[in-house]
């Protein structure tokens, strides 16, 4: 078993990755420095973003997986959810006056609440789905070219 060298520890104090192990010159460049490069796709051209040549339809036949479309689509996506909601509370609103003026009333007053609650939840998981994409974008760019 080895020990370290007799003395203080001349790492003690300093950042993770200042000093270079025991015994070993220094690493070349600053490791932990911020990346330099881009990432490719093998047989592509990269990560592409929203306004990239080819669009929608390029991104959406892309086999190999080198174009994100979420970007494209989550602002249609989030529309045609919120033009969903309000349709099925009118609905409910016209088939509970049908029912009964107490089911109307009820669809009518509490039923937005509950749309305001369906639509956050939408938005929020669309925000999940766009935040991971974004991580992803933003981990490939700075992966040093292979």
């Known amino acids: 078993m080895t020990t370290p060298p007799p003395g203080p520890d001349?790492?003690?104090?300093?950042?993770?990755?200042?000093?270079?192990?025991?015994?070993?010159?220094?690493p070349a460049g600053n490791p932990y420095g911020p990346p330099t490069g881009g990432?490719?796709?093998?047989?592509?051209?990269g990560m592409s973003s929203p306004g990239s040549p080819g669009g929608f339809f390029a991104a959406l036949f892309d086999f190999s997986f080198s174009k994100f479309i979420t970007p494209m689509i989550i602002r249609f996506v989030y529309i045609l959810a919120t033009v969903c909601i309000a349709g099925?509370?009118?609905l409910f609103v016209i088939s509970g006056f049908a029912d009964s003026a107490g089911m109307g009333l009820f669809a009518l007053i509490l039923g937005?609440?509950?749309?305001?609650?369906?639509?956050?939840?939408?938005?929020?998981?669309l925000e999940?789905?766009?935040a991971v994409v974004r991580m992803s974008e933003d981990i490939h760019q700075r992966l040093p070219r292979s």
Do not use: C, D, K, S
């Open 112 to 125: 937005p609440v509950f749309a305001l609650i369906y639509l956050a939840f939408i938005r929020m998981t």
């Open 39 to 45: 990432y490719a796709v093998p047989g592509g051209t």
């Open 128 to 130: 999940i789905y766009l």
């Open 10 to 26: 001349p790492q003690a104090n300093q950042p993770y990755g200042a000093q270079p192990p025991y015994g070993g010159p220094p």
């Open 88 to 90: 099925l509370w009118l």
